[in-house]
């Protein structure tokens, strides 16, 4: 799909935000661990949660949609598995997390992926796995393992994705002995793992963590509950940017002012880069602002890359970015495809392994044609920058919102902004 983005906004505009897909990711997993059903409100309903949904019942959860929110009744046992490839999509989360899970089966469990999934890195998992003599063997689009996962010590780097350590947090309640994980400094994307525990203790599930060991009595069992899953901070993100770099207000809605997200930092962010944003309540308004370069650190926020790639081309002076590094190896190498994105429309950016620099203020040059590089990131944030081009602009593939914003558009017309598909 193609889109063309017009300059400037028609109006202002308010936006819902949809519900965290992060943590959807970890409600539904913690609801089908449970002996018993929960119930589960405003589940974020996009490609990558579909994914987790499809591997959970092919894992013995059930799930239906009722009128006010989602049922779902937990795997009785791991025979439950009805033995089919888990197809993760291009999720990343649904694998990671998953992996150590479909072991507790104690059979072959198959994972398989698209787009550049399969490609991504596992090796925390295969030297884990391998340690403690269990399969895991790769093999073209597949992924194979075996289990049980047994407890004890598991050593990880701090400097790798948190989506491990989820994992291991997930699996390791069950297994029959206490475990610890020692996270080996430097420590990076910690708040994740603490959005991780703050779902399992919800869930009844015990974790004593001290910042570079978490400890997990063995032996548990996780309890069914209701919850609501609040607003996403990472898409909310490109709405608060398309306030302050535009000559129009924003009304974001549907946030969470204590939000554990790591992706709450956006705010603070920003508001460092001299951008005008008011909270009231779950409402975030975001107005014109001037804004100017600065550090910042992607430590605990790499899925901000993109956005502020695009907010930095619209400050004064230059903003460097640190511990990027991570933005490499997602959905795309997202640090190269806004570089050379940005360069199409007349922005400068330049990179290093693991940072990056943005010279503003630069005039956005419109009518060209922009690669979504099938990133659902990518395509967001170039549309969000898109709005202050001197002329239209058009964005290919941007059916990659679908991923995990499939309504992105519409919201984007609701926030003032005139869009066409091609």
Not at 185 to 205: A, F, H, N
Not at 208 to 230: F, K, S
Not at 242 to 262: E, F, K, R, Y
Not at 393 to 405: F, H, L, M, Q
């Amino acid at each position: 799909m193609r889109v063309k983005i017009f300059p400037g906004r028609i109006s202002g505009g308010e936006v819902t935000i949809p519900a965290s897909k992060s943590l959807s990711h970890r409600v539904l997993i913690s609801a089908a661990l449970a002996k018993g059903t929960s119930v589960l409100h405003h589940v974020a309903g996009n490609q990558d949660t579909e994914a987790t949904l499809r591997c959970l019942k092919a894992l013995g959860a059930a799930f239906e949609k009722k009128r006010d929110g989602l049922s779902v009744t937990g795997i009785r046992d791991w025979s439950a598995y009805d033995g089919s490839v888990l197809d993760c999509g291009e999720s990343g989360s649904t694998l990671r997390f998953l992996i150590p899970i479909a072991a507790m089966t104690g059979r072959t469990v198959t994972f398989t992926g698209h787009g550049k999934l399969m490609q991504r890195p596992q090796s925390v998992y295969e030297d884990l796995f391998c340690r403690k003599g269990l399969q895991f063997e790769k093999d073209g689009e597949f992924l194979r393992v075996r289990g049980p996962l047994p407890g004890g010590e598991y050593v990880l780097k701090g400097d790798v994705s948190s989506q491990f350590i989820t994992g291991l947090l997930f699996t390791l309640p069950l297994a029959e002995e206490d475990s610890v994980i020692r996270i080996l400094p430097p420590y990076e994307s910690r708040s994740y793992v603490l959005l991780t525990e703050q779902i399992l203790k919800g869930s009844g599930i015990r974790i004593l963590d001290d910042g570079a060991e978490i400890r997990i009595p063995g032996n548990q069992h996780y309890l069914p509950c209701e919850r609501t899953v609040e607003g996403d901070d990472s898409q909310a993100a490109f709405f608060e940017t398309l306030g302050v770099i535009t000559d129009q207000p924003v009304c974001i809605h549907g946030l969470n002012p204590a939000s554990m997200q790591g992706d709450h930092a956006m705010l603070s962010i920003l508001r460092k880069m001299g951008g005008n944003l008011r909270e009231d309540g779950d409402l975030v308004t975001a107005e014109p602002s001037v804004l100017h370069g600065t550090m910042i650190d992607l430590e605990n926020c790499p899925d901000l890359g993109p956005v502020l790639f695009a907010a930095a081309a619209q400050a004064e002076g230059t903003t460097e970015f640190i511990h990027a590094g991570r933005l490499r190896i997602k959905e795309s190498d997202r640090i190269a495809a806004m570089e050379e994105e940005l360069r199409k429309l007349g922005a400068i950016m330049h990179s290093q392994e693991d940072s990056a620099v943005v010279s503003g203020k630069a005039k956005i040059s419109g009518g060209v044609l922009l690669n979504g590089h099938n990133d659902h990131r990518i395509v967001m944030a170039l549309a969000v920058l898109a709005c202050t081009a001197d002329s239209p602009v058009e964005i290919d593939g941007a059916e990659a919102v679908n991923k995990s914003y499939p309504e992105f558009f519409e919201d984007l017309k609701k926030a003032g902004v005139r869009v066409e598909q091609v």
